[in-house]
């Protein structure tokens, strides 16, 4: 059912970068930057991404709620909508450090949840307009191609390890536990970048410690149907409403998956 939605979210998300991203990527003034918090920022290309993406959403199924990341930071109210029987869940700009910064990588994602679970997911990169997208049981698809999962074949393997949001005692443990074992790649600070890498071959495993639903549900899922593993460490599935619970494994194969989650137990 889901995948007959390819044909209007897909152009969508063309559109809408094409409309409101690009054209600031780069030019950028000085009061289209807001800082959220520390290390998190929105531009008006996230604000005006978000509403443009909402409307349209709510034209194509106008029973799903929509949850958006800038909406739900003006309203965390919001984030009660990510249980309901639908949901469209949308990051209008992913990689906004990046973006701000005038370098790439950033995109735009989109998933729709059903009753707490993602059923469908769609990764559009601004820059190059690859388009990746996963429907729950039906697969995965890289600009209209399936997709298989696949690991780099290095070894030791390529892992790419978010330490930014682990507390001092945990990052340490990660290095002395983890590290050793797999060599370690820069995170692009960017999921859209991030989860294409794990099914395309660039990197094998990464981990994540702040797990927000607008940053994995589409990623998670696309992995998942390719063939690869993502999960919680201890193996239980990724649900968009516990997506303040921390830690996920994302893989290019279940055995990958379970070497990080063997390595991770106890950290």
């Known amino acids: 059912m889901t995948r007959a939605l390819d044909a209007e979210v897909g152009p969508l998300m063309a559109r809408v970068a094409q409309t409101a991203i690009l054209p600031r990527y780069?030019?950028?003034a000085t009061g289209d930057v807001i800082a959220k918090a520390v290390d998190d920022m929105v531009t008006v290309a996230d604000t005006d991404?978000?509403?443009?993406?909402?409307?349209?959403?709510?034209?194509?199924?106008?029973?799903?709620?929509?949850?958006?990341?800038?909406?739900a930071h003006a309203d965390p109210a919001v984030l009660d909508r990510l249980g309901d029987g639908l949901c469209w869940i949308i990051d209008p700009l992913d990689g906004t450090n990046n973006f701000a910064a005038g370098r790439p990588p950033f995109g735009i994602l989109i998933a729709l949840a059903e009753r707490g679970e993602a059923v469908a997911g769609w990764i559009y990169d601004v820059l190059s307009g690859r388009l990746c997208?996963?429907?729950?049981?039906?697969?995965?698809?890289?600009?209209?191609?399936p997709v298989r999962a696949r690991g780099s074949g290095q070894e030791p393997p390529i892992a790419a390890i978010s330490l930014v949001f682990l507390d001092p005692a945990r990052r340490e443990a990660m290095?002395?536990?983890?590290?050793?074992?797999?060599?370690?790649?820069?995170?692009?600070?960017?999921?859209?970048?991030q989860y294409p890498r794990i099914v395309t071959g660039v990197n094998d495993v990464s981990i994540f410690e702040?797990?927000?639903?607008?940053?994995?549900?589409?990623?998670?899922?696309?992995?998942?149907?390719?063939?690869?593993?993502?999960?919680?460490?201890?193996?239980?599935?990724?649900?968009?409403?516990?997506?303040?619970d921390p830690g996920l494994i994302a893989a290019a194969s279940p055995a990958l998956f379970e070497a990080m989650a063997e390595r991770l137990a106890g950290i």
Do not use: M
Not at 133 to 145: D, K, L, V
Not at 221 to 240: I, K, M, T
């Open 26 to 28: 780069q030019h950028l």
């Open 49 to 71: 991404a978000e509403a443009l993406l909402s409307e349209a959403l709510a034209r194509i199924l106008p029973e799903a709620a929509i949850v958006g990341e800038e909406a």
């Open 133 to 145: 997208s996963a429907h729950r049981g039906a697969g995965a698809w890289i600009n209209g191609e």
């Open 175 to 193: 290095k002395a536990k983890v590290a050793p074992y797999y060599t370690l790649v820069d995170i692009p600070r960017c999921a859209a970048e």
């Open 210 to 244: 702040r797990t927000l639903a607008w940053d994995h549900a589409a990623g998670a899922l696309f992995v998942n149907e390719a063939g690869g593993r993502a999960a919680r460490p201890d193996g239980s599935a990724y649900r968009v409403d516990r997506h303040l």
